[in-house]
């Protein structure tokens, strides 16, 4: 089992970025799958997680709104867009599947001017 996770790096408040996560070493389409963060000195948060075919989508309140998690089952990746960032979304940005144990090595998300 092994996701990457990319698309990460510094951006500016009000601006966006989009998250990829490409899964490998499992059937993604049966996996739920979500997005975590973990900001310095925080514990790591869910911030948005998908069904297996994208019919239920969640959202940490910090976030609605504001990101927009999909998935594309014919290549195995999960993502997250993010607009209108803001300071307080600086972290490391994490996917996980539902039911798996592994984590992938996370992609550093900076917002700041």
């Known amino acids: 089992v092994q996701l990457v996770e990319s698309g990460g790096g510094l951006v500016q408040p009000g601006g966006s970025l989009r998250l990829s996560c490409a899964a490998s070493?499992?059937?993604?389409?049966?996996?739920?799958m979500r997005w975590y963060r973990q900001a310095p000195g925080k514990e790591r948060e869910l911030v948005a997680a998908?069904?297996?075919?994208?019919?239920?989508?969640t959202y940490a309140d910090s976030v609605k709104g504001r990101f927009t998690i999909s998935r594309d089952n014919a290549k195995n990746t999960v993502y997250l867009q993010m607009n209108r960032l803001k300071p307080e979304d600086t972290a490391v940005y994490y996917c996980?599947?539902?039911?798996?144990?592994?984590w992938g090595q996370g992609t550093q998300v900076t917002v700041s001017s």
């Open positions: 996980k599947a539902l039911g798996q144990s592994v």
């Open positions: 070493g499992f059937t993604f389409s049966r996996y739920h």
């Open positions: 998908i069904t297996t075919a994208g019919g239920t989508i």
